[in-house]
Nanobody
Framework: QVQLVESGGGLVQPGGSLTLSCAASGFTSDDHAIGWFRHVPGKEREGVLCINTHDGSLYYADSAKGRFSISLDRAENTVYLQMNNLRPEDTAVYYC????????????????????????WGQGTQVTVSS
């Protein structure tokens, strides 16, 4: 049973930084995808960043480019989301999720390919950017 546990959320001022952690367990191989998504009440959940663990390939949302980065610690089975220059519009509940490949979700899918949601999800961690 795959389990994902996020941590590291909190309150940060605009322009500040925050690092979220996603501790993963239960995978039967190291060939999968770990993605970070965020959700604001009243809006659709959106993808932020994703990594395919078999080759380290990265997928970004436009909102994350230049400010957010993702890294994988294979020894600790943990994926980190480093967020810099945070803005009030980054306020959301952040989730990590896992499945086979990043490209199965619409934001990162190849045109015309079938898409679906990630299968495994953490409980989420709140990030609030406010002065």
């Amino acid at each position: 049973q795959v389990q994902l546990v996020e941590s590291g959320g909190g309150l940060v001022q605009p322009g500040g930084s925050l690092t979220l952690s996603c501790a993963a367990s239960g995978f039967t191989s190291d060939d999968h995808a770990i993605g970070w998504f965020r959700h604001v009440p009243g809006k659709e959940r959106e993808g932020v960043l994703c990594i395919n663990t078999h080759d380290g390939s990265l997928y970004y949302a436009d909102s994350a480019k230049g400010r957010f980065s993702i890294s994988l610690d294979r020894a600790e089975n943990t994926v980190y989301l480093q967020m810099n220059n945070l803005r009030p519009e980054d306020t959301a509940v952040y989730y990590c999720a896992a499945d086979a490949r990043c490209s199965i979700v619409p934001i990162w899918a190849r045109p015309g390919s079938p898409t679906r949601d990630f299968e495994y999800w953490g409980q989420g961690t709140q990030v609030t950017v406010s002065s």
